[in-house]
């Protein structure tokens, strides 16, 4: 088996949470300590890794960003490396973005090239955000890049394919949690108490009117509930109930607008409830901006590459805190092709491995030219 899908299998097996992947962060410290030490500088930050691969005749620092963490879902792919992290899985494909970013890691320091490149383990994509505190931490301060790359695993195209485009590949994100607080009480007397599942199932259905309603129809924009916990049992009105969800915007105007629709909703919903709202936006995202010029240079690489067909795609609604990246750095990310039934953030999420050596050998390359 190629060494880097058993790689990748290993750290499938660990699937850890934004800020908890210690185990993840010493499998890959073990890793890096096998290579020649000569040709690196690394250091950690929280449960993330840097990494400076140096070059043989530096003019500038190329930054690779893959991300590290794993999602809390119970993994159902019958895999027989599944996840022993019960509850936890790689289903976002950051076993395959680490993989791939060892593999060239590894042969840039085999055979480097001119330019230094930076390599940074990123942990907390899927949430809290770690892409913001990195930036803004002292240990990232010496690894900078001048320019910096990413890439995502696409199941929906075959292993082969990549689609990026220029400008806005992903939209701006906020998460969404609301609690509403009412008065519990016995199922047969409703008038003497305050039912929190009537209020937030109301307010469920009417908050996918501020989409519908509120946001200009040229300027998109999504809110998903994605999970809704309350009561305690069938005969006794909840006096709690938590929704969890996600907006997504493709613009700052429409994501603000969002907001604000919501904290209004909100204070119209504890007037005619009578009941007590918090809400809060949760880690916000901003949007994945690809540069032009690296995107151009990029995409003219990958369709003359032999093995890779190069498509234009649309931006996708999903977030990634690789947005922070390129708002302060010109960066890239594309998607890759893993050609899965599965699509992300699904329990049977199986990406095609082959995916690996074949990016592993493209991304080397497109950086040595
Ligand atoms: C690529 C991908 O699937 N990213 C996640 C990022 C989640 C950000 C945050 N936790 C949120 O839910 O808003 C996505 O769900 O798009």
Redesign the pocket.
């Known amino acids: 088996m190629d060494s880097f899908i058993k790689i990748r299998r290993d750290l499938h097996l660990i699937p850890e949470l934004g800020f908890q992947e210690f185990k993840t962060q010493a499998y890959l410290l073990d890793y890096l300590s096998s290579l020649d030490q000569e040709r690196m500088v690394i250091d950690t930050w929280r449960t993330g890794i840097f990494v400076r691969v140096k070059g043989l005749n530096s003019t500038r620092t190329i930054g690779y960003r893959t991300d590290i963490d794993g999602l809390p879902m119970k993994e159902n792919t019958g895999l027989e490396f599944s996840s022993i992290h019960e509850g936890n899985m790689h289903a976002?494909g950051h076993d395959v973005h680490m993989s791939i970013a060892l593999g060239v890691l590894t042969n840039l320091v085999n055979e480097p090239i001119n330019d230094d490149v930076v390599f940074i383990f990123q942990p907390a994509?899927?949430?809290?955000?770690g892409a913001e505190p990195l930036l803004k931490s002292e240990e990232f301060k010496p690894f900078k890049p001048d320019v910096i790359y990413g890439l995502?695993i696409a199941p929906e195209y075959p292993v082969g394919t990549i689609a990026t485009k220029p400008g806005m590949l992903?939209?701006h994100?906020?998460?969404?949690f609301i609690d509403f607080h009412g008065l519990s009480g016995h199922a047969a007397f409703p008038h003497l108490t305050n039912d929190m599942i009537v209020a937030s199932s109301h307010f469920i259905t009417q908050v996918q009117s501020v989409v519908s309603r509120n946001v200009n129809p040229l300027d998109s924009a999504v809110i998903t509930i994605?999970k809704i916990t309350g009561g305690t049992v069938q005969n006794v009105i909840a006096d709690h109930v938590r929704i969890e969800?996600?907006?997504?915007a493709l613009s700052e105007e429409a994501m603000l607008k969002l907001k604000n629709r919501i904290e209004s909703l909100v204070n119209g919903f504890k007037e005619s409830f009578q009941c007590k709202i918090e809400v809060d936006f949760?880690?916000?995202?901003y949007g994945v901006i690809n540069d032009e010029s690296l995107t151009n240079e990029f995409f003219h690489f990958a369709k003359q590459y032999d093995g890779i067909e190069a498509v234009l795609c649309n931006v996708a609604?999903?977030?990634?805190?690789f947005g922070y990246m390129t708002k302060e750095i010109p960066g890239l990310m594309f998607w890759i092709g893993v050609n899965s039934d599965f699509g992300?953030?699904n329990q049977k999420l199986n990406p095609d491995e082959n995916v690996i050596p074949l990016m592993i050998r493209f991304i080397s390359d497109f950086m040595k030219q």
Not at 125 to 129: D, L
Not at 282 to 285: E, F, K, L, Q
Not at 317 to 321: A, C, L, N, P, R
């Open positions: 976002c994509e899927e949430g809290p955000g995502h992903f939209a994100t906020s998460e969404l994605g969800g996600t907006m997504r949760g880690s916000n995202y609604m999903t977030g990634e805190d992300l953030h």
